[in-house]
């Protein structure tokens, strides 16, 4: 029981859609985890197999070490998912939408947790009112709160801020917070990449199935911004370049590591003082992968 | 077997919240056939040696009620979740098979004895009996509830569209059940259309409830039971594979 979440190989067909293509990762017990990807990329397949709402073609998912198919009872009491879709019961009221989601889990009388999760999400005043009756926003937060009656472990939200306002974002974000310093493994998706740069310490990268980048969030971001150039000179480089630019040779010409593009001012300056010619020069293309990665960064801003 | 009471609970509370429609508006409908069926058709038949046709048709009609609810309560709550999509909160929890069948089962058969029984209440006054034998009364009531409760499970597990279960309704389950003897005796049938109402399992969950009323019926209580309970005992078979494989519910 190494890993809080652990997937090996998964793959996953939609008729000729491939959606998801041999993936594997693993997240650690009382990681902070965010997977991203565009529309269409494979999050939500993913999330739903790991909950056992589908079956993965092939390859193998743990939570807590419990396998999500031949093992279900226990990985299901492990696991706490927030669907995307916004879904709810017409007939019933939050209370009672939450009392017997508790016991589904096979939980009797959870009236003391359900009060504390009603007011953490702020709805301690909507506990009678039917589902029908809620906002867009509070209907997510009752999808909030039925995803913790069982105190789950391993929590996964598929885009929880979807639809809601600004306040509830960071009171909802600060109780997922909470939840993770107290020791719960958090698995999000989201569109908002600046709170998966403010929340998650590791990120992983979806792009139509296929897992494309999965690192610690300062390595991305350090990564992101960087850019390889590769130069033919005239004579050999000068060593205080080779030095603080990672330069390597490959076919006779130069390959240096900007942090930022902004240095290439700096570098061609230092060439010219040292009187060698730039013959050819050339920045080599961010291709989409990175541009999402980019595009990440420039969230921040 | 928490999760079985609490999902049984909810189940059982989905149709009482809206008692009206799901318990006295069928109860209403019953009520004018027996006042329909019975006006029209009194003077002309006799259909057990000192049965009256109006006493005949209760035990029928309320079969036919209660087959009807216990079909509409599994299948409209599943298709229904399945639609809104609420369905998850059911799949992510661990429920088993056995657990998730049991409650929509149990759930339907309250339902349908809930309308039978007032059926029953409504219509008594146009002459029917003490039941003869209340056990086989209670046993063939159960017994037929379950075997369409069943039913509607799997039409709610295998339907995607309302419209599909609405065909599903139309097309099997309504032949079925008018086809069964609630209005006539199959003894006075032609022997073509007796023959073809003796492979109508419906037919039997009549026969075997009227003879609890009257001691007297078309065939054997026992054989009636037996069929019933062999057509229950397959179906649930069906209905747990289906639920056990994921089919429709977990793709
Ligand atoms: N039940 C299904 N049947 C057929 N195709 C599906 C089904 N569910 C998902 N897909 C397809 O699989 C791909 C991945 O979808 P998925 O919902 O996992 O994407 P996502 O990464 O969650 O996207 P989003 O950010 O929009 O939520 C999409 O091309 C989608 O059309
Ligand atoms: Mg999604």
Redesign the interface.
């Known amino acids: 029981m190494s890993h809080a979440i652990s997937i090996e190989s998964v793959s996953k067909r939609f008729g000729t859609l491939q959606a998801l293509d041999d993936i594997s990762f693993t997240v650690a017990h009382g990681e902070f985890f965010a997977l991203l990807g565009p529309n269409g990329a494979g999050k939500t397949t993913l999330i739903s197999a790991m909950?056992?709402?589908?079956?993965p073609d092939s390859g193998r998912i743990r939570i807590m070490g419990h396998d999500a198919v031949s093992d279900?009872?226990?990985a299901?009491?492990q696991?706490g998912?927030v669907?995307q879709?916004l879904?709810?019961?017409?007939?019933?009221t939050v209370r009672?939408t939450l009392v017997?989601?508790?016991?589904?889990?096979?939980?009797?009388h959870n009236d003391a947790w359900v009060d504390e999760l009603l007011f953490k999400l702020g709805l301690p005043d909507k506990a009678n009112t039917n589902m029908r009756a809620l906002s867009g926003g509070m209907k997510r937060r009752v999808m909030v709160a039925?995803?913790l009656v069982?105190r789950p472990p391993v929590i996964v939200l598929d885009e929880p801020t979807a639809g809601v306002d600004v306040e509830l974002r960071q009171s909802l974000w600060a109780f997922v917070q909470e939840l993770n310093d107290a020791g719960h493994t958090i698995v999000l998706t989201t569109h908002y990449l600046e709170e998966a740069e403010a929340l998650c310490s590791r990120i992983a990268m979806m792009k139509k199935g296929r897992l494309i980048a999965l690192e610690a969030k300062d390595k991305l971001l350090a990564h992101s911004a960087s850019r390889e150039i590769s130069l033919k000179l005239s004579g050999p480089l000068p060593a205080t370049l080779a030095a603080s630019y990672q330069a390597r040779e490959t076919d006779g010409r130069q390959i240096l590591v900007l942090p930022d593009i902004a240095r290439l001012e700096d570098v061609l300056r230092e060439l010219r003082l040292a009187a060698v010619e730039v013959r050819e020069l050339s920045v080599h293309e961010t291709d989409l992968e990175q541009v999402f990665v980019e595009l990440m960064h420039g969230g921040k801003k | 077997m928490q999760g079985f009471l609490t999902l049984f609970k909810k189940e059982i509370l989905r149709f009482w919240k809206v008692a009206f429609q799901t318990v006295a508006a069928p109860v209403l409908t019953a009520l004018l056939y027996q006042l329909i069926f019975s006006h029209v058709l009194s003077r002309h038949v006799e259909a057990y040696p000192g049965v009256s046709y109006t006493a005949f048709l209760i035990p029928g009609l309320t079969m036919m009620s209660m087959a009807q609810n216990a079909f509409a309560n599994s299948s409209s709550s599943l298709i229904q979740s399945k639609i809104t999509g609420n369905i998850v909160f059911l799949l992510l929890p661990p429920l088993s098979a056995l657990e998730f069948f049991g409650a929509y089962l149990l759930a339907s058969v309250v339902r349908g004895m809930v309308v039978g029984a007032g059926v029953l209440l409504v219509t008594a006054w146009f002459g029917l009996p003490l039941p003869a034998n209340p056990l086989w009364v209670l046993l063939f009531a159960a017994l037929g509830c379950g075997v369409l409760g069943t039913l509607g499970i799997i039409a709610g597990i295998w339907a995607d569209k309302f419209d599909q279960l609405a065909a599903f309704q139309n097309f099997i389950i309504m032949p079925l059940t008018f086809l069964s003897g609630v209005f006539y005796s199959i003894s006075g049938l032609p022997p073509l259309w007796k023959a073809v109402s003796h492979l109508n399992p419906v037919f039997y969950m009549i026969d075997g409830f009227r003879y609890g009323f009257f001691g007297q019926a078309d065939v054997s209580p026992w054989l009636a039971a037996a069929v019933v309970a062999g057509s229950f005992l397959l179906l649930s078979a069906w209905a747990l594979h289906l639920l056990r494989s994921g089919y429709k519910l977990r793709q």
Request: glycine share 12%; net charge positive.
């Open positions: 909950g056992g709402l589908s079956r279900t009872r226990a299901r009491m696991l998912v669907p879709e879904v709810f019961d017409p007939f019933f009672e017997f989601q508790s016991g589904y889990f096979g939980i009797r039925q995803a069982h």
